[in-house]
Antibody
Framework: EVQLVESGGGLVQPGGSLRLSCAASGFTFSGYWMHWVRQAPGKGLVWVSRINTDGSSTSYADSVKGRFTISRDNAKNTLYLQMNSLRAEDTAVYYC??????????WGQGTLVTVSS | EIMMTQSPATLSVSPGERATLSCRASQSVSSNLAWYQQKPGQAPRLLIYGASTRATGIPARFSGSGSGTEFTLTISSLQSEDFAVYYCQQYNNWPLTFGGGTKVEIK
């Protein structure tokens, strides 16, 4: 069974940092592109970042470019999102998702990031 | 950035009835469109990609159509488990963008 389990969320002050992790199991992790998508409370879905199968290609939404870094460790079957210089508007549930470079066919349950003083 | 607009925001439908959801792109996305379903407190679930291809395990009552800037998701006969929020997403241009969602509620 495909499983994606996010962790690392929590309460952080504006300007702070967090690193999210997504542990993958039940499929060949190195064979899939991976994405981070976020959803602010009561709002819609917003794509954040994506990474190709070997980590050599990454893309970011303009709103996080220069502050967030996506990476992966295929030996550990784990996806990461390093988030720096966090702002109140980054408050959201962050989902990791498996897919290709265009859409995502499996999603984790998400981890909540709250940026507040 | 391509803007995706979904209508209506809320659709009230009785079980067994047909539901038709619309998604419009601010410029052509060809057939590079996906649909997702999200239930409260759950992760999104891929329904459709390529505008009309059902994802693995998706029931035949879900169908997608359209190309260019106008797309439709049709649920032929609503089941209780179909009441949820539905999002369209274009993948023709970067960044990937989602519509604001249509909530399908019980009438």
């Amino acid at each position: 069974e495909v499983q994606l389990v996010e962790s690392g969320g929590g309460l952080v002050q504006p300007g702070g940092s967090l690193r999210l992790s997504c542990a993958a199991s039940g499929f060949t992790f190195s064979g899939y592109w991976m994405h981070w998508v976020r959803q602010a409370p009561g709002k819609g879905l917003v794509w954040v970042s994506r990474i190709n199968t070997d980590g050599s290609s990454t893309s970011y939404a303009d709103s996080v470019k220069g502050r967030f870094t996506i990476s992966r460790d295929n030996a550990k079957n784990t996806l990461y999102l390093q988030m720096n210089s966090l702002r109140a508007e980054d408050t959201a549930v962050y989902y990791c998702a498996r897919g290709n470079d265009f859409w995502s066919d499996k999603w984790g349950q998400g981890t909540l990031v709250t940026v507040s003083s | 950035e391509i803007m995706m607009t979904q209508s209506p925001a809320t659709l009230s439908v009785s079980p067994g009835e047909r539901a038709t959801l619309s998604c419009r792109a601010s410029q052509s996305v060809s057939s590079n469109l996906a649909w997702y379903q999200q239930k409260p407190g759950q992760a999104p679930r891929l329904l459709i990609y390529g505008a009309s291809t059902r994802a693995t395990g998706i029931p035949a009552r879900f169908s997608g159509s359209g190309s260019g800037t106008e797309f439709t998701l049709t649920i032929s006969s609503l089941q209780s488990e179909d009441f949820a929020v539905y999002y369209c997403q274009q993948y023709n241009n970067w960044p990937l963008t989602f519509g604001g969602g249509t909530k399908v509620e019980i009438k």
